[in-house]
């Protein structure tokens, strides 16, 4: 078999001041193939798509398509040179039509004062009726995902692209609807369209792909053919790091402890996780680990009663809770660190002092209701040094803080009602490596203290080097317990993506 | 505000210097700018400076400033309220109406504030409940009591011209030299300003005005919050209309019109954010006497009243422009 090679980049570097998203990266696309690009989280997948789509631009390296070198500058140059992007989010207007949604970039670059507004719907049913039914007149927000998913596939289809990306589309999507969405591809590739599709689930990529691109650390490791390698290799690939020592000591075996601080047993939320059980137990850091979107943030919150209507029992140091709202959860001792720190964690615009605070304004206030700011400024400035918060002034707003420095305010706020269990989602997200390693020894010496802590991380390598034992999630259920020496990358990653097919790859 | 200064590390570099605070203050530049007013319009004015005209100016803001000081701390939780003009009309149309039915003005304004505070428990309801926005529920209620007023009245005022003396004497009298007005206004004032400052449940109001999400991540039950605020704007608002009933010995059907523009601004220049989460009474409360004096000037100084409202508008929009690359620099 023998196809021309439609799209070639070599040696392709983009940093972001002192962050080398990528280097040096290659990736050689063939007409009609379906090639898988593989890495863990943060190892420049999403870089390298932004600058094939010319969103952003490389700092050096070659891309030549069609054996032409060119320089993609913006979006809709790379709209011109036949390259479409089916972002993983689906940005579509819910509240226009179909046709108008698919047309929108033709619409926005065309010159007539009129809207054809038949002759759309004529044009957009055409390119639908390869994609399956859906009326071109229909809302968008009438449709289901993965209907809004085929739109914005509609929609890279109307610029005639010859190159398509996929940016992990079946992350939201059933099996029923993916395997719908792996025959177009499939069609799409037939037709001679080279497809570029991202994903870390090995299933996925083994059952569709052609080839695989596998990247790490923001560095090329390795193209294969799928049928010339095995799950297994891949994913050694994507992980294969040396575990360096920036972690602090675990658990040591004399700390050992058969005491439980937290029971919780066949909880089950509405939709996102099911019959999950397990136990936590003193003086332990227990991870939870699995892809983006598995369900681990909802187990927690759903824990802490963050989401409603959850079923299931949960006891901590042996006493069962009946809990109906997070206030409830905060009275017996559980509390949870947003992964969304800007978003739902802080008061960005309020004090330090009065963001360590808020979990139970009523610690620093007296029995009347009366806030006594100085007990506020005093706890806030013991907190603070206790993690080494570097700020100005207690008084200052948490804006004016570095990322990690605003986590130490977040996880200073945890620590105000003097918790017994401390769920952290993400804690370390966006921020320096400096900063990384106080909390990774923050939350070390809340173990050793007798809380028990619970990490969410999806960086592997945090969760191997912080963790004595992790449980992996996928599709909302615990697929797998690791510890101790089997707590690696590759048995993580496998739990993570692959469980359900180990007795054939193996 | 306490503000100690003594940075977490012992580091240097601390911005707690106490002057240098009072500077950013925006209490500070509105105390200065009403100053310069002050200055330059007695000298443009000889009336100015003269103890009715500053009594007229002070009754002018007083009752207007207890709406001001719902408006303000709904407005630090996040929401808005456009009925304060109609809702306050209401309740002089109710208890002026129940007197004259009858019942005696004590129990009938209580009833009548009680009918605002149930509109705000109603409004409340619509947002936290239903999920509407302030903004919607707030208009509907507007045009609402203000039908109502219209209703109850046959839209002519209702002359009260046998209300007792000693009621009369809230909205006429004086102690002293100081109308009561101004007294009750002062109370209103500084007990919501303290509350604001240093009370747990108006801590939460701020919490959830800054950040809604964090704040129910914080355990706070952010519906309940809303709905007390929004409760307790509109039954300011009612506190008010029986205070004007009293000042005029009437109740006005068609009084309050256009109010909830004058109280969201004041609220405003005077620091709070539409965007909820910041804001003091003290500051609203400068940003109503700084309107003030600029209207009482501007009709000392015959200037239409066409151009009055241009200006009044004018100064809004560049106070709120002020506040937004004030806010930039600092975010």
Redesign the interface.
Known sequence: MDHPVILKISNLSKSFGPVRALQGVDLELRRGEIHAIAGENGAGKSTLMKVIDGILRPDSGDIVIDGKPVAIASPTEAQKLGIGFVHQEIALCPDVSVAENIFMGVTNTSKALLMNYADLRKRASAILRQLGDIDASALVRTLSISQQQLVEIAKALTLDCRILIFDEPTAALTEREAKILFEIIHRLASQGIAIIYISHRMAEIFDNCDRVTVLRDGRYITTRDIKDTTPEQVVAAMVGRVIDKLYPEKQRADERSEEIILDVSNLSGTTRFRDVSFQLRKGEILGLGGLIGAGRSEIVKGICR?EAEVTGTIAVHGKPLSLT???D??DAGMV?L?EDRK????????SIA?NIS?????RV?SRA???N??RE?RQ??EL??RL??????????V?TLSGGNQQKVAIA?MLSVAPKVIFLDEPTRGVDVGAKAEIHRIVRDLARSGVGVVIISSELPELIGVCDRVLVVREGRITGEVAGDDMTEENIMYLASIADERPRAA | MATTSNPVNGEAGSTGNALGRLFRMRETGLILIIAVLFIVMSFASPYFLTWDNMRAMAMAFAVEGIVVVGMTILLISGGIDLSVGSVTALAMVIAGWLFLNGLDPWTASLVAILACTAIGAIMGFFVTRVGLHHFIVSLAVMVIARGLCLLGTGGRPLGLYTLPPEFKFIGQGSIGPIPVVIVIFVLFVAVFDFMLRRTTIFRKVFYTGSNEKAAAYSGIRTSKVIFLTTTLCAALSGVAGIIYMARFGSAQPTFGVGMELNVIAAAVIGGASLKGGSGTILGAILGTILLSVVSSSLALLDVSIYWQDIIRGSILLTAVTIDHYLNKRRG
């Open positions: 963050l709202h997070y206030g959860s905060i949870y947003s978003g739902d964690g802080l008061f960005l615009d309020m009065s808020a979990l139970a304004v009523e206030a209701g009366l806030i700011t100085s400024t806030a400035q603070g040094r080494a918060l570097k700020c100005g002034h207690v008084n200052d707003a804006s706020k």
